[in-house]
């Protein structure tokens, strides 16, 4: 089975930086669309970048210049550089991947269990 690994999470101060990552610890064909979301205490979960298969991104408007996602092919990770940490990025941070497992194989949404991001002022 498939599954979703993030790491990189922990505790900042406001105005630091941390580096998330993804990656399956499975073997998968292909990954198309990755995305990193997350979801504060008492919030519906957000959508926070995408990073489509040829690295085009999107952001949400609250991480635009603070954040960059990036992707490596080979290896199927993606990654989140967070910088200028604000207090409300506290949240769990969940990576998500959609791909098949083989050519023949239906398109799937996999998720990661989350890494805890907390920003203290």
């Known amino acids: 089975q498939v599954q979703l690994v993030e790491s990189g999470g922990g505790l900042a101060q406001a105005g630091g930086s941390l580096r998330l990552s993804c990656a399956p610890s499975?073997?998968?064909?292909?990954?198309?669309?990755m995305a990193w979301y997350r979801q504060a205490p008492g919030k519906q979960r957000e959508l926070v970048a995408t990073?489509?298969?040829?690295?085009?991104?999107n952001y949400a408007d609250s991480v635009k210049g603070r954040f960059t996602i990036s992707r490596d092919n080979v290896k199927n990770t993606v990654y989140l550089q967070m910088n200028s940490l604000k207090p409300e990025d506290t949240a769990v941070y969940y990576c998500?991947?959609?791909?098949?497992?083989?050519?023949?194989?239906?398109?799937?949404?996999?998720w990661g269990q989350g890494t805890q991001v907390t920003v203290s002022s």
């Open positions: 998500n991947a959609v791909g098949k497992r083989y050519l023949t194989s239906p398109s799937y949404s996999y």
């Open positions: 499975g073997s998968i064909f292909s990954i198309n669309a």
């Open positions: 990073i489509t298969s040829d690295r085009i991104t």
